[in-house]
Structure formats: C-alpha cells, structure tokens
Nanobody
Framework: QVQPVESGGGWVQAGGSLRLSCAAS????????MAWYRRTPGKERELVAV???????NYADSVKGRFIISGDRIKNTVYLQMDSLKPEDTGVYYC?????????????????WGQGTRVTVSS
C-alpha cells in the first residue's frame, strides 16, 4: 500500500479554521471507514473523527461541534473541516482507514502512517 498524503495544516490563531485533506490510493479506504487521528504534544495518537462507509460520523468529545469529517470515495480523499480551533488542537494530524475493534472502538486498519500535517493553534 502507498502511504496516504495529508495536507492543509498550518498556523492559525485560536478561533480560526483550517481544512485538512488526505489523498490515498484507490484501495486504501476501500469500503472501510475513513478516519482522522492526531498526535498532540505529550499524548498518544488519538482518534479525532470517523466517517463510516454508510455515511455516519463519530467524533472525539473534544472536537464535537467544531470539526466536520467528509469524504470522497471516488477521489479516495477524506477531509477534516476544523473551526473554532483551540490551542489544545495543536498537533500532527493523520488519516487512516478504520475498523471497529474488539472493544467496539474504532482502530486504525493499517499499521503504517503518512507524514501527517502539522496544525499549530496559537492563543
């Protein structure tokens, strides 16, 4: 599998917006859920948002009401619209396909990651 390519990160002041994109190969997402993860300073990589193949979405509590995940399966691309950004959103954002794990939580399908895209939110 070819690694996905994330883009759209940057520096923004608190309250600002960014739109992230992740382009992948045709078979990367397939019929699996599309997901965004992030690694923030001092924390493990965490799930931010998931878009199922049926179109349902799930968000981490910390981003609900501020982030929106969307996807284009024809273009094999997933997006993350991030509004009302906060300094604690600072980190590196990654995409991956996702499946429901044995504990009924979404887990990344692949054990490899792209380079990610860095988001910096200043206060």
């Amino acid at each position: 599998q070819v690694q996905p390519v994330e883009s759209g990160g940057g520096w923004v002041q608190a309250g600002g917006s960014l739109r992230l994109s992740c382009a992948a190969s045709r078979s990367f997402f397939g019929d699996y859920s599309m997901a965004w993860y992030r690694r923030t300073p001092g924390k493990e990589r965490e799930l931010v948002a998931v878009l199922s193949s049926g179109g349902s979405t799930n968000y981490a509590d910390s981003v609900k009401g501020r982030f929106i995940i969307s996807g284009d399966r024809i273009k094999n691309t997933v997006y993350l619209q991030m509004d009302s950004l906060k300094p604690e959103d600072t980190g590196v954002y990654y995409c991956n396909a996702a499946i429901v794990g044995p504990n009924m939580r979404y887990v990344p399908l692949y054990d490899y990651w792209g380079q990610g895209t860095r988001v910096t939110v200043s206060s």
